[in-house]
């Protein structure tokens, strides 16, 4: 009897989720970078829970980030954040998507290190600007000024993001397209043979 051919894309993933362990993928990154849109798609590539933690703290605590930063202040939603993402560090393995400032808390980077291997989906500022104009959910950018906000944001947080295990550079393409990139990225960083990704994952 002759047997099955080998799955190669399965037994990549197979190897990645070895290599990974308990530990989560943690995506970091400005505003409008897409740590939410590619997180999704990469946990659906390797089939892991995804998590969001701007979701999870809107969950807990029955409001949105906009009410969050309103009714408690940005210092409270920063509190927050740290417990939450902390909290969910705990669950790996896992694809965790933050939001943009929490990389930014030495603790939560910590923790991150610890529990997780971090990738920084770096954009530049124009795709940024293109992308977070679409949503008014953002209330650090509820500015007169927003594309001033994202620039020195990125003078402040670029040099901290750059700490990160992974780097990748998105750009205007299919999520498909940069969650594979990711998936490469995620396998030269845990020493493994780049696997094959199929860019036809569900929507
Ligand atoms: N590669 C892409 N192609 C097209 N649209 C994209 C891509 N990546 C992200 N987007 C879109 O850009 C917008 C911002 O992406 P997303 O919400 O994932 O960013 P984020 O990094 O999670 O931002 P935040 O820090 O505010 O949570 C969304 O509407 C998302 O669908
Ligand atoms: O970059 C930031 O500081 C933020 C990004 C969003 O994901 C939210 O967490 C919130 O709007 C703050
Ligand atoms: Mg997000």
Redesign the pocket.
Known sequence: MSALPANPPDEGRVALLERLGSRSVV?V????????????KVAAMLSLPFI?S?QEIESVSRMTVPELFERYGELEFRALEQRVILRLLENGPQVL????GAFMNAQTREAIAGHGVSVW?KADLDLLME??S??Q??PLLKNPDPRGVLEKLMDERYPVYATADITVA??????E??AGEVVCALCAYLGIDAIATSNEVEQ
Do not use: P
């Open positions: 995506f990154g400005l505003m409008g970078a897409g740590k939410t849109a590619i997180g999704r969001d701007d998507s933050t939001g943009g989906l992308r977070v679409k949503k959910n953002r998105t750009r205007d393409d299919r999520k397209v940069i």
